[in-house]
């Protein structure tokens, strides 16, 4: 009996421990902030958890979403035996230990088993292959736990046996609804004292926190151990919200979903001729340390594919900017970055270049392949003529206005097709004065061999 006496108090001394985002954390599907879309009156996964009848799960979302707090809200519902895992330190025979008990309690007990899995995407393709026959065969229901994006960290297998919903970012008025009920929750601790936040205050953790509602409760908890209690009260005011939460919080992940989705949105802003939204998701990216050279690049791929010919000193610009980066280095690079991203999105946009070396790829891939004329092969070799290479080839420069006209195996206009914008008008308008003198020579060719 001391014994158990003793254990529920040390029991009673951690949760009491427990940092504010733990002790506070919802203790039903009500309490739940900013995931409407998934755990709203009558949406699925609601009446699953509500029915106890929970499948497999992949629990996708940024940080501080809530994904473990509903992991826990359905430990506490189901009738089944809840069985957590971190991927972060558990190993291949924790794995196998846990389904061992998770099979005989199915044979001895008739009780089926969660595993909750959190951090998932940390597991290799190996430990996640071990999970797949238990969960097949309904040994195990899966939750998966994960701040990556699923279709690129779980297995194809795991994935087709589960449902994946996918947490959202809370919003600043869901962040200060949490802190709110943090600071009039029971377990808030200070049990002796009032607590009062300005809104001010409240509003500026919840900037800060970038939607990540740990780190909002974080800073809260930060501001109470912080600020001395005067006449049995403690005021948190927005300077010691500031002093609590003082830097945002980027959610950036150099290899993950953040990373690619800032880059495309950076790519197609300057796509888009929007030079200010380019800056700022290149702000975003340099703020989050990516490296000049992988910014640098992107504004050379767009400068040729979507502005080409349409203004030539793009893909200049471009260049240089990405060779001054490299020899300047941060953090004067980003000034010759922002140059040459704001150039770039400013240009006239033209695809036609682009849209020229994919048609002629596809020609060259699947057409029959066109045999270089005679007039255009080799002549540097001693033998060229004696085999007739590079007869009847007419130089160029030869001739009026640098032109002339002759055979070069692929018509003109075949792929190249410029586009009215910009300095492709002027080429639109070159071309159609060597189309004209074409016709001119062809009809003068054929008048010559009519009898």
């Known amino acids: 009996m001391t014994d158990n006496l003793f254990e529920h108090a040390a029991a009673d001394r951690i949760r009491r421990e427990a940092p504010l985002a733990r002790r506070v954390a919802p203790r039903t599907l009500d309490d739940v ?11 699925i996964l609601r009446r699953a958890i509500e029915a106890d009848r929970v499948t497999s799960l992949i629990l996708y979302g940024p940080p501080g979403s809530g994904k473990t707090a509903l992991a826990r809200l359905i430990a506490m519902r189901t009738s089944s035996v809840f069985a957590p895992l971190n991927a972060v330190t558990a190993g291949v025979k924790d794995l196998r230990e846990l389904i061992a008990a998770a099979h005989e309690r199915r044979i001895h007990d008739s009780r089926k088993t969660i595993v909750f899995v959190d951090e998932i995407h940390r597991f290799n393709r190996a430990q996640q292959d071990a999970l797949l026959p238990d969960v097949e065969n309904g040994k195990i229901t899966l939750i998966g736990a994960t701040t990556e994006n699923p279709f690129f960290s779980v297995v194809a297998p795991l994935l087709s046996r589960s449902q994946i919903f996918e947490f959202r970012r809370l919003d600043d008025n869901g962040l200060v609804t949490l802190l709110e009920r943090a600071l009039a929750h029971p377990e808030r601790g200070f049990p002796d004292l009032e607590v009062v936040a300005d809104p001010e205050a409240l509003a500026h953790i919840a900037r800060y926190a970038e939607g990540d509602a740990r780190r909002a409760l974080n800073a809260l908890e930060i501001a109470l151990l912080t600020t001395p209690p005067e006449a049995g009260r403690i005021h948190i005011t927005t300077a010691v919200a500031a002093e609590s939460i003082q830097r945002k919080m ?3 992940d150099g290899a993950g979903d953040e990373h ?4 495309s949105a950076f790519i197609k802003s300057m796509r888009g ?3 200010d939204s380019a800056v700022y998701w290149m702000a975003r990216m340099i703020e989050s340390g990516e490296t000049p050279r992988f910014i640098a690049r992107r504004i050379c791929i767009l400068a040729s594919e979507d502005v080409g010919n ?6 200049v610009v471009a260049n240089a900017a990405a060779q001054a980066s490299e020899f300047i280095g941060m953090p004067e690079a980003r000034i010759i970055l922002a140059q040459a991203a704001t150039y770039v999105a400013s240009a006239p946009k033209s695809n036609a270049a682009y849209m020229a070396i994919d048609a002629a790829l596809k020609d060259v891939r699947e057409k029959k392949t066109v045999e270089v004329p005679t007039h255009l ?9 004696r085999l007739g290479r590079g007869q009847e080839y007419q130089y160029a420069h030869d001739f009026e206005g640098g032109y002339v006209s002759q055979a070069y195996g692929v018509p003109r206009g075949t792929y190249y097709h410029p586009s009215d914008r910009g300095h492709e008008v002027r080429i639109q308008e070159y071309l159609a004065e060597l189309d004209r003198r074409d016709a001119e020579a062809e009809n003068a060719e054929t008048e010559k061999d009519t009898p």
């Open 260 to 263: 690619y989705d800032a880059a």
């Open 250 to 252: 980027l959610h950036y």
């Open 33 to 43: 902030v900013g995931q409407d879309h998934i755990l709203g009156p009558g949406k």
């Open 310 to 315: 349409a203004d030539p000193m793009a893909i």
């Open 377 to 385: 092969q080799d002549t540097h070799y001693a033998g060229a003529k």
């Open 273 to 275: 001729s929007n030079p």
